[in-house]
């Protein structure tokens, strides 16, 4: 049986040493077959994402759990559908909630900015009130009583995006959303960065990982593999977008509509968000200018 046959929301499975995953009921077309939360351990648990805020799933992690301690509530990153149970799970268990920090922790002087003049988030659900117990920093070690970890801040997908790299072997990461096995990586400015994106692909790679396992999806088997594709997805959609522009200036809008013309309308919105990160990207690379300054409504142009 495949490992995507075996995602059944509320059941827990073993998906490597040490290392439990639990489907949350959420399914949707952003969410692929819902969001997975991991369990680290077994009588000193870490639970890794607890999903959306859903009193089903939170019965599920408890039921996972079943007597047994948590001493970490861990968040890749302050999206609702990874980070909204952390409340009531902390609640319930007594764990501190772990993350990288406040929602807009991480972002880039020019995210901050386009922040600050208005640009605001696409739609994805940013857990605002989300604030953590403890801190966690890139390369900082944490552990249980039979599990260990590191994190590594991996922004992208979000400024303050963490994963988790699993130490009894050293070979598995917990990626969230920055690498996922079943679509490519949403990037929405200003949480979402090309740039940064890429940065953190690298990263991965130099980790030498035997497995993935994602924030969304069944797990990913040859990681090296994955981050090729990834990469050169954003390296495609790239020169897609400097093609384009040599047709003359452009808005987002007006990219998006060409480049994603098979694109349903549900979705078109999420690929505006992605043009705009590229173009965002080159701009910062001085091979855009935007007029009459960077913005969602600018209008782009080669230099």
């Known amino acids: 049986m495949s490992d995507a046959a075996q995602m059944v929301p509320g059941r827990a499975e073993v998906v490597a040493p040490g290392v439990r995953r639990l489907l949350a009921p959420n399914p949707s077309p952003m969410t692929g077959p819902g969001t997975n939360t991991y369990l680290l351990g077994q009588t000193d648990i870490a639970v890794v994402d607890p999903g959306p805020d859903d009193p089903a799933h939170l019965s599920a992690i408890?039921?996972?759990?079943?007597?047994?301690?948590?001493?970490?509530?861990?968040?890749?990153?302050?999206?609702?559908?990874?980070?909204?149970?952390?409340?009531?799970?902390?609640?319930?268990?007594?764990?501190?909630?772990?993350?990288?920090?406040?929602?807009?922790?991480?972002?880039?002087?020019?995210?901050?900015?386009?922040?600050?003049?208005?640009?605001?988030?696409?739609?994805?659900?940013?857990?605002?009130?989300?604030?953590?117990?403890?801190?966690?920093?890139?390369?900082?070690?944490?552990?249980?009583?039979?599990?260990?970890?590191?994190?590594?801040?991996?922004?992208g997908h979000f400024a303050g995006h963490l994963a988790f790299v699993v130490e009894a072997n050293g070979e598995v990461a917990l990626t969230g959303d920055t690498i996922l096995g079943w679509t490519s990586t949403l990037i929405s400015p200003p949480d979402g960065d090309v740039g940064a994106f890429m940065t953190s692909c690298e990263r991965l790679r130099s980790l030498g990982a035997k497995q993935f396992l994602p924030g969304h999806g069944p797990k990913i088997d040859e990681p090296a593999e994955r981050l090729d594709w990834l990469m050169g997805?954003?390296?495609?959609?790239?020169?897609?977008?400097?093609?384009?522009?040599?047709?003359?200036?452009?808005?987002?809008?007006?990219?998006?509509?060409?480049?994603?013309?098979?694109?349903?309308?549900?979705?078109?919105?999420?690929?505006?968000?992605?043009?705009?990160?590229?173009?965002?990207?080159?701009?910062?690379?001085?091979?855009?200018?935007?007029?009459?300054?960077?913005?969602?409504?600018?209008?782009?142009?080669?230099?």
Not at 130 to 153: E, M, Y
Not at 252 to 266: G, K
Not at 276 to 302: C, M, Y
């Open 62 to 155: 408890l039921a996972a759990i079943n007597s047994q301690t948590v001493s970490h509530i861990l968040i890749t990153h302050a999206h609702r559908d990874h980070s909204a149970l952390a409340p009531a799970l902390a609640q319930a268990t007594g764990a501190p909630i772990c993350a990288f920090g406040h929602p807009e922790a991480g972002r880039s002087a020019t995210m901050q900015t386009l922040a600050a003049n208005g640009l605001a988030g696409g739609g994805e659900g940013v857990h605002t009130e989300l604030t953590p117990d403890l801190v966690l920093k890139d390369g900082q070690h944490i552990q249980g009583a039979d599990w260990s970890a590191t994190t590594l801040h991996t922004p």
């Open 233 to 303: 997805h954003r390296r495609n959609r790239e020169a897609q977008i400097v093609a384009m522009l040599t047709n003359g200036p452009a808005t987002v809008a007006e990219l998006t509509t060409q480049i994603y013309a098979d694109v349903t309308d549900y979705l078109l919105p999420m690929a505006e968000r992605n043009v705009l990160a590229h173009l965002i990207d080159l701009h910062e690379r001085n091979r855009v200018n935007a007029a009459p300054k960077l913005s969602a409504t600018a209008i782009f142009a080669l230099r």
